[in-house]
């Protein structure tokens, strides 16, 4: 059942959407991308394809009051406004797709603020 040209990075970030999404069905998904300058995350409703809310380094406002944006200052600002929009837009609780990145670091300290600023996974 394997994709023929998947990487292997390609193929654990699908394993675990799938093991995810089996466990949460019709949950909201909290996603994360992490380049190695930016780092960037959104809330999306899978069952209709919406984008609820997203937080990003690549964001003006948030850019600005950060003195480096891939470091765990950047990952800790960009969770807490996350939490916070989702908030607004009447999100509580959502699962979180780390996708093929490990949970640590950077990742750990975004979930950890979006956790602190009220959001629930």
Partial sequence: MGHIHETLTERRARRIRHKLKT?????LRLSVYRSNLHFSCQIIDDTKGHTLASASTMEKAIAKSLKNTRGSEAA???GKTLAERAMKAGVKEVY???GHYR???RLKTLADAARA???KF
């Avoid at 466990?23 to 949950?27: E, L, R």
């Fill in 96 to 98: 979180f797709d780390r």
């Fill in 76 to 78: 800790e600002l960009v």
């Fill in 23 to 27: 466990n949460n069905p019709g949950s």
């Fill in 117 to 119: 600023a009220g959001l």
């Fill in 103 to 105: 949970y640590t670091g």
